[in-house]
């Protein structure tokens, strides 16, 4: 497990915004292109600096990503936005190059039935995609960070339990066949506190810093228990998808990521900045409801509102116990 | 802060429902006796065995809670349960001491404004009305424990911020007026993971093990977290409402109570023992949802459903780790 940090910059928290991405993919009706560049405005003026914006697969396989050209050119507009885009071939990591996106996350499931169940191959199969999407990286001479995403890290419908040397064992490979970093995904939203201090444990202890991120779903409450957990390990990039879309097909009704609204003002009511502001971060939901009307919106604080005293009270916290103190206790 | 537990017998932790009190007092309808009665049986048969089950208090005030002499009667019989009323003035204590309650509830608002508005007294005059409380019992002859049960412990949606500094006094005053233990209550959902953090370590440095609960609302979806970081500071005693019922009126929409569902499926897949199934718990719902037609109920695990591999998942993850190193990393 990593120290606590301590100091101003070590308190920085990276939230990535993945609902163009991850939420858009498992809703059914396509968003118009004009709707998601507002998104990706609206998302950037609240303080958002990292983004997963598309996905680049085949348009008849997800015509919700058919633009996702355009999308990624505009968000490379945005000054200082990080943006990600997800790729699960080498036709596609060639599109994410010439387009010039900053990262590029090639997933990798670590359960064999859902590997096949969701790209029909292999899991062995997909590290050498990977491997093959690092060398067009090298060949290319662009910058592009590559990010092995591991699904269903903690847990598949379809196998059951996915035992944690398996996640040990993928993400080494993953790192060994070029990716920069890996990121742990609880693609099912079957995480729970225990498994993942248990799977950080054994992961970070292999790989060490370079496992830096996660991407909870919130199908079963546990996102932010798990999120405290994981700050804990030294974690400090986390998933999060806008009104919490991205809905588990597996379990209708159920939301999938956690909301970006929750997460924020769970760090930031524990001192820990992540540069958003959650108000705006709130008032943003409506680029979704207005562009896509009946969908269902996920996430408590929205509901319930932001307290009225709110920055007085994190500031307050900070003081007396610091983020250090604060992380140390979760 | 107290040492982790180890050993068998110290991985026990005390879920107590609450609905049938803390839910029900928030709902306009009034349940009958009959499904109240079947409440305390079905959820009894899930394995529950501490249960809050009514209020004492004038049934023109609270018309929900005018049978509470029969549930409390009922309640009694299930063997082995731990039986617990809330009761606000003497008169209320009176008629808990002769109903042969296990444990009494006494409520104290650490929040000014709350208390004017809740019971239309001061905090000062609350804990002479305790100091009474714990007078009658001494004077009864029984062992009724009394529980100081510290109202907006973590912030007031009347006052805003409630100091630290006052939780850690009326935690001591309580004690010093006679209650057995006392209990940190998040009435409105105002709690966060460092702000509980910061709240324990104040109250548990001043009053020690005798500040032994915790009763968290997941109005903004920390409930979970929050127990995380209370169950670090040794925290045992947690409340929880079946179907999560019990809203805030500050928040229409909003759940109160945290779910006893995710609550318990949460400790379980810890490896912490709550003597609970919850999957029959899950079933339980039923019995508010045939009550009160339409009545809303919360919670993520009864919506996304239970892994069919949890209990091999929770005794695997209890193998790996063990419920001390887990609890160590939350």
Same mark, same amino acid.
């Given at each position: 497990?990593? !120290?606590?940090?301590?100091?101003? +910059? ?37 303080? *958002?600096?990292?983004?997963? $914006?598309?996905?680049? @697969? ?18 490379? =507009?945005?000054?200082?936005?990080? $943006?990600? *885009? ?14 010039? +996106? ?14 096949? !169940? ?43 339990? @996915? ?34 201090? !248990?799977?950080? =444990? ?55 990521? $956690?909301?970006?609204?929750?997460? *924020? ?51 307050? @916290? ?13």
């Amino acid at each position: 497990m990593s !120290a606590t940090p301590s100091g101003t +910059a070590e308190q920085a928290v990276l939230v990535t915004e993945v609902g163009l991405r991850d939420g858009l993919q498992s809703i059914a009706r396509t968003m118009s292109t004009a709707a998601k560049l507002q998104w990706l405005d609206t998302v950037y003026g609240a303080g *958002v600096r990292s983004m997963e $914006v598309a996905s680049y @697969v085949p348009p008849r396989l997800l015509p919700q990503m058919a633009d996702a050209d355009a999308v990624v050119e505009r968000a490379l =507009q945005l000054p200082g936005l990080t $943006v990600t *885009v997800l790729v699960p071939n080498a036709k596609g990591a060639e599109r994410a190059l010439a387009a010039g +996106a900053h990262r590029i996350v090639a997933p990798l499931s670590v359960s064999e039935a859902h590997s096949q !169940a969701n790209v029909r191959r292999s899991r062995d199969a997909m590290v050498d995609t990977l491997r093959e999407i690092c060398a067009l990286r090298d060949a290319s001479g662009k910058p592009a960070r590559i990010i092995g995403g591991l699904s269903t890290a903690f847990g598949c419908t379809l196998q059951g339990e @996915v035992p944690i040397a398996d996640v040990v064992e993928y993400a080494s490979r993953a790192l060994q066949a070029g990716a920069d970093t890996v990121a742990l995904a609880d693609t099912t939203g079957l995480a729970t506190p225990a498994l993942v201090d !248990a799977t950080l =444990q054994a992961v970070r202890a292999a790989v060490g810093e370079r496992c830096n991120a996660v991407h909870f779903h919130d199908t079963r409450g546990m996102a932010l228990a798990n999120t405290l957990v994981a700050l804990r390990h030294g974690i400090r990039e986390f998933d999060a998808s806008l009104g919490g879309i991205g809905g588990c097909p597996h379990a209708p009704g159920a939301s999938g990521n $956690v909301a970006a609204e929750d997460l *924020v003002f769970m760090l930031e009511s524990m001192g820990l900045s992540t540069g958003i502001d959650v108000r705006a971060l709130i008032d943003a939901r409506s680029v979704i409801t207005d562009a896509l009307p009946g969908e269902s919106l996920f996430g408590s604080i929205a509901r319930a509102g932001v307290p009225s005293y709110y920055r007085a009270a994190c500031a307050d @916290v900070a003081n007396i116990s610091g983020a250090a103190a604060a992380m140390e206790s979760v």
